[in-house]
Antibody
Framework: EVQLVESGGGLVQPGVSLRLSCVAS????????MSWVRQSPGKGLEWVAN????????YYVGSVKGRFTISRDNAKNSLYLQMNSLRAEDTAVYYC??????????WGQGTLVTVSS | DVVVTQTPLSLSVTPGQPASISCKSS???????????LYWYLQKPGQSPQLLIY???SRFSGVPDRFSGSGSGTDFTLKISRVEAEDVGIYYC?????????FGQGTKLEIK
């Protein structure tokens, strides 16, 4: 059974950093692109970033470029999102999703990031 | 960025009746390899999004056959042949060919 479990969310002040993690199981993690998608409270879905199997290709939505970094550790079946210079508008539930030939076929349960002073 | 427009934004449907959601993209979602990268997801209340339809019309594993997708190029439709109570939630289409991937605004389905 494919499982994706996010962690690392919390309440932080504007301007600080936070690192999210996503641990994958039930499939060969190193064979898949992976994505981060977020959902602000009461709002729709926004794709944030994705990366390929070996980390040589990474893509970001414009609003996070230069502030967020996606990375992975295939030995640990883990995906990460390093978020720097956090802003109030980054407040959201962050989901990791498998991004293979079928985009977003499996999603985690999400982790809530709240940026507030 | 590609603009993805869903209509309607809300639907109220009697159980057993059909429902239809439209999704329009500002650019073609047809890849040179022949596939069209249009996806449909359902986010049930309090849950993560779940994939319903991929590549316009292919149902994902376990998705009931009352769900169907159609369309081409820039215009797509999700149809539910007979709505059931468990279908409530927010439906999103997503274009998955042009980066950044873009979701539609979502269509909230309620049961009358």
């Amino acid at each position: 059974e494919v499982q994706l479990v996010e962690s690392g969310g919390g309440l932080v002040q504007p301007g600080v950093s936070l690192r999210l993690s996503c641990v994958a199981s039930g499939f060969t993690f190193s064979n898949y692109w992976m994505s981060w998608v977020r959902q602000s409270p009461g709002k729709g879905l926004e794709w944030v970033a994705n990366m390929n199997q070996d980390g040589s290709e990474k893509y970001y939505v414009g609003s996070v470029k230069g502030r967020f970094t996606i990375s992975r550790d295939n030995a640990k079946n883990s995906l990460y999102l390093q978020m720097n210079s956090l802003r109030a508008e980054d407040t959201a539930v962050y989901y990791c999703a498998r991004d293979g030939i079928i985009r977003g076929d499996y999603w985690g349960q999400g982790t809530l990031v709240t940026v507030s002073s | 960025d590609v603009v993805v427009t869903q209509t309607p934004l809300s639907l109220s449907v009697t159980p057993g009746q059909p429902a239809s959601i439209s999704c329009k993209s500002s650019q073609s979602l047809l890849h040179s390899g022949g596939k069209t990268f249009l996806y449909w997801y359902l986010q049930k209340p309090g849950q993560s999004p779940q994939l319903l339809i991929y590549e316009v019309s292919s149902r994902f594993s376990g998705v009931p056959d009352r769900f169907s997708g159609s369309g081409s190029g820039t215009d797509f439709t999700l149809k539910i042949s007979r709505v059931e109570a468990e279908d409530v939630g927010i439906y999103y289409c997503m274009q998955g060919i042009h980066l950044p991937y873009i979701f539609g605004q979502g269509t909230k389905l309620e049961i009358k």
